[in-house]
């Protein structure tokens, strides 16, 4: 039954034909944090959220809109048999939108920043989740793409739910590894 945990996550994402069809597909939340090491350890000790691992960002292509820009960070991503849950430290670049959650006292803090939904691969998929935001006056503001892995785009929601939302196109290889960060976890 463990392993079924991770792959139920991913099964057959809810065809979006409305944008709260996304909520159906959410699969982790995502904190900022202004330290990644010592936010992995209050997860774990506050929470027990014991199972956090560092992941690399440097094969990522971090988009505004259309157009490329520097964006570094460091991430870490733990579970507990269910949603996963994504600690972001911004580093430098386009971190602003993660930046403006965090205290500017410099006290440490973790807080929610978004909620990522999967939805099916392909570029027409893709069109027609941006066809749906258009009419509903949203867009994806930051894309994150690795190649072979996902595509990740943050459309701001703050406004209507006080948070982002993060629209993922997983491709089989991320599947295969969250699925076995969760069923490994439980």
């Not at 996963?84 to 920043?113: C, K, M, N, Q, W």
């Amino acid at each position: 039954m463990t392993a079924e945990r991770g792959q139920g996550l991913f099964s057959n994402p809810r065809p979006v034909e409305a944008l709260a069809d996304l909520m159906a597909n959410v699969w982790q939340l995502g904190y900022v944090t202004n330290d990644l090491d010592r936010a992995t350890q209050f997860m774990a000790e506050r929470f027990g959220l014991t199972d956090c691992r560092h992941l690399p960002s440097d094969t990522a292509t971090f988009l505004r809109d259309d157009t490329p820009v520097p964006w570094e960070i460091k991430a870490a991503m733990g579970a507990r048999g269910g949603l996963i849950v994504e600690l972001i430290e911004p580093v430098a670049g386009e971190v602003d939108f993660y930046t403006e959650l965090l205290p500017d006292s410099g006290e440490f803090a973790v807080r929610l920043h978004h909620i990522a939904t999967h939805t099916a691969t392909g570029e027409a998929e893709w069109e027609r989740i941006e066809a749906l935001l258009a009419r509903a006056k949203l867009k994806v503001d930051y894309t994150v793409l690795i190649p072979g892995r996902v595509r990740a785009g943050y459309v701001d929601t703050r406004a209507e739910l006080g948070h982002w939302l993060e629209i993922c196109q997983l491709q089989p290889e991320d599947i295969e590894f969250f699925s076995a960060l969760v069923s490994e976890s439980a």
